[in-house]
Each structure stands twice: as C-alpha cells, then as structure tokens.
C-alpha cells in the first residue's frame, strides 16, 4: 500500500518578503553581536577581516542563488549537493546547516536576552527561553506570518541603527575624550576574525532555503543580492561608529551598541537602542527558526533524517514536526551554553555549508549558470580558510559533530 503524499509547502512570498526574511537574518545577527569578538582577534585590522567576509558571502549568495533559481525547493546546499555532487555531501551541507544554525538561533535567543534583561543571570535565559518558545509558536502559524512578524521587527531594527549612527556621530562631532585605538592585529587574528564576521552574513541563506515558498524563483538571485548588499553598507557604518567610539574597549564589552550610545553622551537613548537591539535579536531567531526547519523537512525526505520530519501540516503549510523538535531544542541550549561560545561552532557548520554550494555551483552546466566558474573557487577557498581559521575548539567540535551526523546517517538507513 503506497503511503499518502505529503502536501507542498505554499508558494505565498513576494520578493520583499525574501528580502526581508534575509535582511532581518543578517542585521539581527551581525550587528548588534559579532563586532565585539571580531575586534578582539582582528584588531585595528578589523575593516580588512568584514571585507574579506563581505567577498567571501558575495561569492557564496551568487552561487546559492544561481543553484536556488535551478533548484527551486526547499533545502537550499543540501539539495543541491546531492543533486550535483551525490547524497553523502548534500548530507553534510544540511548537517552542517541544521547543526551551524541551531547554534545560531541560540545566539540569537541569548542575544536578545542580554539586551532585554540587562542584568543578566537566570532571569536573562528564562527570557530567551520564552523567545524560543513565542517564536516557535508564530513560524508553526505559517510562513506569511514569519515574514510578516518579521517586517515589523526589521523596522524596528533599522530605526535603531538610524538611531545609533546619528547620535553616534554627533557625539563624535561635539567635545568627548579621545579613545585608544584598537591595538594592531595580524594575519590570522584577519583570518580569525572574518570566520566570526562571517556568521552576520549568512543570513541570505534563509532565501534559498525559502525557495520552495516564493512565488517565483527567478526573483530569489535578486532578493538575495538586495539584502546582501544592504547588509554590508550597515555593517560598515556600523562598525565605523563602533570603533570610533569604543576604541580599544570595544573588545571587552558585552552590548556594543548600547555602550557606544552611552560613549557619545546620549544616555537617554540607551533603552531605545535596547529595545531596539532586541527587536532584531528577534527578528533573526525567527527568520532562523525558518530556514533550520525547511532544511530538515529537505533532509527527512529523503531519509537523511528520520521521515517523521518530514510531516507538513495541512492547515498552514509548515513543517511542524521539524519546528517542534527544533524548538525544544534550543531550550536545552539557551538553559546550557553562553553567547560567545556558540558563534564559532555555528560559523563553522555554515562555512561547510557553503563549501558544498560552492561546489555545487561550480557543476552545473552553462545553461544554467549566471556567474563565472571563477567566483565559485574564489567562495569555496574562501570558505575552507576561514573555517580552519576559526579557534581550535570551534573547529574540533564542529568535525566531531559532523563525523557523529555521518555515522548517525549510515545507521539510519541501514
């Protein structure tokens, strides 16, 4: 007796709403929490690591749109790995996706924690676990809603950086102490550093794991570049301001953009950068939340994962068995692990992630590609160096987590 056939997800997003599930993935992971540890590596050699990151992410969004608009399902690398290079590395793109991410979405969580519940303590995981399981709760209500709870939160986040950019600047025009600059860095603190900077940009992943959702997937190349190159002019400015009001403290603070508002004299403006600051903390986790869920329903398909997974509910369109499972998840790691902790493991199963998609790319046929072969080697190297780059601890663990995925695979379906 043949099963039933699952339903189809509903192709129901716009190009905006690509743009937006993109752009709140990148804003609210990039630059409200990566400049702080990125600086302590790179340095006054900080704005060569986000350029080498930026190059890096440019290549990897040209190669997953050009596969995405081929491949127009959900899964994003994983898909097509398999399709262009064979099941075992579409299998460690998605591993590497859903396990990078996960980590991601519980930085995330604990991000808007820090913002929202300054103290800190048990009352802060408390919070994020509350995040977790709101968020869960709106993406199981269908992907519409994600991309419109997520508007709201990327217009929140956008005026708070308008916010922090010009009162950054105009304490930085009026009279205030001089700032010790950030110490000189080095090649592999620039090495080190872009691998961390790196997690802010992936989040135009979301795009192509959305691709099975999108009314057209000829317009995901261009939903993905818009929100690429958005992302980079805010990352500059941001970071410009940052500097010049941080200096060397930059490093050493926990909410950078709440200290750089206090460093320019504008302390009333601190619980608006908050409130700010955690509205895109929001907004990421729930752009995250989205695109870990559809990779691991790509994944249960086709038995990379168990086929529980792969349940879509027949009233919104979701996969929610997968969304469950991930939500309980991250409750157990926002309860269990620490911001910074999370951001090189997570940086280094999407740099797998995006090593598979290079390569991918890299295989298709004339007809299908937009961009020369030549940006695809220029991502793949990219990728490679910056995630053996990153802290040995990160890089072990992301190896061991990726060996115990593939034996994990081999059992399952034996």
Not at 120 to 125: K, P
Not at 279 to 288: K, P, Q, R, T
Not at 366 to 387: D, I, K, S, T
């Amino acid at each position: 007796m043949t099963a039933a056939p699952q339903p189809e997800l509903a192709r129901r997003l716009t190009t905006t709403d690509a743009v937006v599930v993109g752009l709140s993935a990148m804003i609210g992971a990039g630059v409200f929490v990566v400049f702080a540890p990125a600086a302590a590596e790179a340095g006054s050699w900080l704005f060569a690591a986000l350029a080498l990151a930026a190059l890096v992410a440019l290549c990897n969004a040209t190669s997953t749109a050009q596969l995405a608009i081929a491949f127009p399902t959900s899964g994003g690398a994983y898909v097509f790995g398999r399709r262009m290079l064979g099941p075992t590395w579409g299998f460690l793109a998605g591993w590497g996706f859903v396990v990078g991410k996960t980590a991601s979405c519980a930085a995330m969580a604990l991000t808007f924690a820090s913002y929202a519940v300054p103290a800190g303590g048990w009352w802060a995981r408390l919070v994020a676990v509350a995040a977790v399981v709101a968020l869960t709760v709106a993406n199981l209500r269908g992907v519409t809603r994600t991309a419109r709870v997520a508007s709201v939160l990327l217009v929140m986040s956008l005026v708070t950086l308008v916010l922090v950019l010009v009162v950054g600047w105009a304490g930085l025009a009026g009279d205030r102490p001089a700032v010790t600059p950030l110490p000189s860095g080095d090649l592999r603190g620039v090495l080190m550093a872009a691998g961390l900077l790196f997690f802010a940009f992936a989040g135009y992943a979301r795009i192509a794991t959305l691709a099975e959702e999108v009314r057209r997937p000829e317009m995901i190349g261009r939903a993905v570049l818009v929100a690429l190159t958005t992302a980079i002019v805010l990352y500059v400015a941001v970071g410009a301001t940052l500097v010049a009001l941080l200096g060397d403290r930059l490093p050493r603070v926990s909410a950078p953009v709440a200290e750089a508002v206090a460093a320019a004299g504008a302390g009333w403006a601190t619980p608006v950068v908050r409130v700010g600051a955690a509205a895109a903390a929001l907004g990421a986790l729930l752009a995250l939340l989205a695109g870990v869920s559809r990779t691991a329903l790509a994944m249960a398909r086709e038995r990379d994962l168990p086929g529980w997974f792969a349940a879509v509910d027949e009233q919104h369109r979701v996969p929610h068995h997968a969304q469950l499972v991930i939500g309980a998840v991250l409750v157990v790691l926002v309860l269990t692990t620490d911001l910074r902790g999370v951001i090189g493991f997570s940086s280094f199963g999407v740099l797998v992630y995006y090593s598979v998609a290079n390569a991918s790319a890299w295989r298709q046929p004339a007809e299908e590609r937009r961009w020369p072969r030549a940006v695809q080697v220029v991502g793949l190297l990219g990728c490679l160096v910056l995630a053996f780059s990153l802290p040995l601890t990160s890089v072990l663990a992301g190896c061991a987590v990726l060996a115990l995925g593939v034996l994990g695979r081999s059992l399952l379906r034996r």
